[in-house]
């Protein structure tokens, strides 16, 4: 089992950063692949990023170039670093974790992850 909590949401106005982390406990999660999703009220569940055990990383065109995955395996972390926020950037972000080395083009779709965190709210204002 992994256990995922995030921390290093909050309140920042458009053109802030934030910086997400998202601490695995209970295994050591160096050959997952790992993902960070957000859901905004009213909305499913959208990809964000994603990073794979050999550092090779996935964005969603939304946030290409101003969000970046990052991944600490000797502390049991991943970041995500996101730049030059929006109001549109508003939801629950949540970390996931995929047991599967091999997940290929499933780094996308929730149901490629086994584990996932309880999500942190990040609000953009105007």
């Known amino acids: 089992q992994v256990q995922l909590v995030e921390s290093g949401g909050g309140l920042v106005q458009a053109g802030g950063s934030l910086r997400l982390s998202c601490a695995a406990s209970?295994?050591?999660?160096?050959?997952?692949?790992v993902g960070w999703f957000r859901q905004a009220p009213g909305k499913e569940r959208e990809f964000v990023a994603a990073i794979g055990w050999s550092g090779v990383t996935y964005y969603a065109d939304s946030v290409k170039g101003r969000f970046a995955i990052s991944r600490d395996n000797a502390k049991n972390t991943m970041y995500l670093q996101m730049n030059s926020l929006k109001p549109e950037d508003t939801a629950v972000y949540a970390c996931a974790a995929s047991s599967n080395p091999y997940i290929g083009s499933g780094y996308t779709r929730p149901l490629s992850y086994d584990y996932w965190g309880q999500g942190t709210q990040v609000t953009v204002s105007s």
């Open positions: 209970g295994r050591t999660f160096s050959t997952y692949t």
